[in-house]
């Protein structure tokens, strides 16, 4: 699959990383949608639509619900969704669950270039 053909759903509580995150995928790219919360995530990964998207590229810490609250529920219908995970935190219960889980983690701030690069070594 090129990134001309990937859709991706970004969640993001903070506009200006989403739209930073978005920009980035952009320029490789790739086809994104952005949301600012869990609870719309879902949504859109529930709705009509929600087959379309790809992968996932969500952050761990959000006001009300966090990413990994995001991936235990993605993963109840949509087992095999490739998830990225962003977060500025160093270490904590959360992070070592979700390596645990194999799922990649990229670490704030990155460049765009460390975002593709994990986006290709998750789906190769």
Request: aromatic letters at 4%.
């Amino acid at each position: 699959m090129t990134s001309k053909t990937m859709k991706i759903l970004v969640v993001d509580d903070e506009p200006h990383q989403l739209d930073t995150v978005r920009r980035g995928l952009f320029l490789y790219g790739y086809d994104s949608e952005g949301v600012g919360d869990v609870n719309t995530a879902l949504t859109v990964l529930e709705g009509p639509d929600g087959d379309s998207f790809h992968l996932v590229l969500t952050d761990l810490t959000m006001p009300g619900n966090s990413g990994l609250n995001l991936i235990k529920q993605a993963r109840k219908t949509r087992p095999t969704l490739p998830i990225i995970v962003i977060t500025g935190l160093a270490a904590t219960d959360e992070i070592e669950t979700i390596q645990q889980q194999g799922i990649p983690i990229l670490q704030k701030p990155f460049e765009p270039d460390d975002l593709h690069n994990a986006i290709c070594e998750l789906l190769d």
